[in-house]
Nanobody
Framework: QVQMVESGGGLVQAGRSLRLSCAAS????????MGWYRQAPGKYREFVAT???????NYADSVRGRFTISRDNAKNTVYLQMNSLKPEDTAVYYC???????????????WGQGTQVTVSS
């Protein structure tokens, strides 16, 4: 079993900051890529940012320069620092990690339960 537990969402005013965290626990042998996605009401889930096992990052154009993804491999945790938040950033944010549960097992994707971020104008 693998658990992905997210925290850090909430209600903030536009221009403020939030930091999301997502920790993987359970039968985790190694983690490859980790990332964040979001889904606004009535919209499809969309890519926000990813980070590789060695720290390489990618961002959606809509968040580049405002959001920063990072990870702590010792804690199996990925973070999303969100600055200069806008009302259009309002969504449920989901983390995802590519995890191997055994030394010869394949990598599989695991998702967090989602955390609500609401930005008021």
């Amino acid at each position: 079993q693998v658990q992905m537990v997210e925290s850090g969402g909430g209600l903030v005013q536009a221009g403020r900051s939030l930091r999301l965290s997502c920790a993987a626990s359970g039968s985790v042998v190694s983690i490859n890529g980790m990332g964040w996605y979001r889904q606004a009401p009535g919209k499809y889930r969309e890519f926000v940012a990813t980070i590789s096992s060695v720290g390489g990052t990618n961002y959606a154009d809509s968040v580049r320069g405002r959001f920063t993804i990072s990870r702590d491999n010792a804690k199996n945790t990925v973070y999303l620092q969100m600055n200069s938040l806008k009302p259009e950033d309002t969504a449920v944010y989901y983390c995802k990690a590519s995890i191997r549960r055994g030394h010869i097992a394949p990598y599989n994707d695991y998702w967090g339960q989602g955390t609500q971020v609401t930005v008021s104008s």
